[in-house]
């Protein structure tokens, strides 16, 4: 499955960092929410949309996935690497940590939604 992945979109602040990850036949927005001064993650919430722009609704009827515990702290090390030192002077595989990423959040999804 292809896909084109979108950090820090321009609409990002200190507070609110959005991510986008855009999927051949629909896309996931990521919310980030620091507190402070950008310095503490506290909060992860996700939607998937149409490429159109359509609201996709998870299997129990909600909109959002709010990331909790296990995953959470997953989130925040795969995010750690994509800001990473090595990362950003390509010392490390980019495109493996791109992958894992990508993977974590597709397997979230998968779990929470319903395609048909």
Known sequence: ??????????????????HAIVFDS????VIERYTGKGTKLCEVVLKVRTL????????????????????????????????????????????KADEDFVHFLLRIVIINYDFN
């Open 1 to 18: 499955m292809n896909y084109q992945l979108q950090l820090r979109t321009p609409e990002s602040n200190l507070t609110l960092v959005f």
């Open 52 to 95: 159109d722009d359509q609201i996709v609704h998870r299997k129990d009827g909600f909109i959002k996935i709010k990331l909790k515990d296990e995953d959470f702290e997953m989130y925040k090390n795969l995010t750690r690497t994509l800001t990473s030192y090595d990362y950003k002077n390509k010392l490390i595989n980019r495109n």
């Open 26 to 29: 629909f896309k996931v927005n």
